[in-house]
């Protein structure tokens, strides 16, 4: 009996040094962080105003993208046949997410996805034309 006893104090240790271990601090001090944010890519373009065109779900979407050198300053879309409201709607959304992130890294809108994909697809080709890199703004 008396050996029962030393086998469950020992293995209760262990549970309570393993125990223990799961409540350690694992903050970082401030100003540091463990998972620092990558740099963006520098981006450079071109200046000037570009159109493209890919396929959305009825037709070529017709796309204009104007740039400076460092960022994407409008997006128009000249030409359409999705489907009225949420056509518009996807590309208005779309427009403006890579306007004021500065990415092509965004989603694309529940039931438009053909038409956000070719809005990105075309944007994506204006950035070609204009010689920057659009993989630089994926990440």
């Known amino acids: 009996m008396h050996q029962n006893t030393k086998v469950t104090a020992i293995i209760f240790s262990f549970i309570m ?7 350690a601090s694992t903050s970082t001090p401030s100003g540091s962080s463990a998972n620092p944010e990558p740099e963006k890519a520098a981006v450079h373009f071109n200046a000037g105003t570009y159109t493209a065109e890919a396929e959305g779900k009825f037709a070529p979407v017709k796309v204009e993208v104007v740039l ?23 590309f208005a959304k779309i ?9 092509l ?12 994909n070719a809005l990105l697809k075309a944007v994506e080709d204006c950035i070609v034309q204009a010689g920057g ?3 630089a703004l994926k990440n």
């Open 17 to 23: 040094a393993f125990g223990l271990t799961g409540c």
């Open 105 to 116: 890294a965004v989603d694309t809108i529940s039931n438009a996805t053909l038409s956000s």
């Open 68 to 90: 400076d050198s460092e960022k994407i300053l409008k997006i128009t879309v000249l030409d359409h046949n999705e489907s009225t409201g949420v056509g518009d709607e996807a």
């Open 95 to 103: 427009s403006g997410k890579i306007l004021d992130n500065q990415t």
């Open 133 to 135: 890199d659009p993989e």
